[in-house]
């Protein structure tokens, strides 16, 4: 099963943690630990990092922790924050 979300990515989707793997497609200036703590036993995160110079970054849980590779240069558009109306 496939779940698509839009919305403030910083906030993640704990209800339906945990994950085989999540990919994000706007660059936040550093891993979201939130989504890294939803990741499935040899769950996957692929996310594009960094401002100016992006890097993209995948990230996965093994039965010994977290193992992050980063691969290519990549431009993205920014994680942008949103906040919640009160």
Known sequence: ???VRTGNGYLSWPEDAPFDAI???AAPDDVPQSLVDQLGMHGR???PVGTDRQEMVVI?????????KR????RFVAMTVKLEKE
Request: glycine share 10%.
């Open 60 to 68: 996965q849980r093994t039965p010994n922790g977290v193992v992050e």
């Open 23 to 25: 990919v994000v497609t």
């Open 45 to 47: 995160l692929v996310i």
């Open 1 to 3: 099963m496939v779940n």
């Open 71 to 74: 691969t290519l240069g990549v």
